[in-house]
Nanobody, 121 residues
Framework: EVHLAESGGGMVQPGGSLRLSCIGS????????MSWVRQAPGKGPEWVAG????????TYADSIKGRFTISRENAKNTAVLQMNSLNAEDTALYYC??????????????WGQGTLVTVSS
């Protein structure tokens, strides 16, 4: 069974930092491109960041670029999202996602349960 488990969410003050982790199981983690996606209350999903299987290719949404860093530790089947300079607009449920790739087609194939991040004073 393919499974993704996020952790690290919680309450943080504006300007603070959080580190989200995602542990994958049931598949060859080192062969999978990974993404982080978030969904704020009352809004649709927003793709945040992506990283290739080897970690050599990384992309970010403009809304978080310069503040968040995506990384991975394949030996531990783990993907990480380091979030700095958080503000209220970052409040959302954050999902770890395994990307599906078929030729040039890319999609968000497998989603974790999500971990809640709340930025408030």
């Amino acid at each position: 069974e393919v499974h993704l488990a996020e952790s690290g969410g919680g309450m943080v003050q504006p300007g603070g930092s959080l580190r989200l982790s995602c542990i994958g199981s049931g598949f060859i983690f080192s062969s999978a491109d990974m993404s982080w996606v978030r969904q704020a209350p009352g809004k649709g999903p927003e793709w945040v960041a992506g990283i290739s299987a080897s970690g050599g290719r990384i992309t970010y949404a403009d809304s978080i670029k310069g503040r968040f860093t995506i990384s991975r530790e394949n030996a531990k089947n783990t993907a990480v999202l380091q979030m700095n300079s958080l503000n209220a607009e970052d409040t959302a449920l954050y999902y770890c996602v395994r990307d599906g790739v078929t030729g040039f087609y890319r999609y968000l194939e497998v989603w974790g349960q999500g971990t809640l991040v709340t930025v408030s004073s």
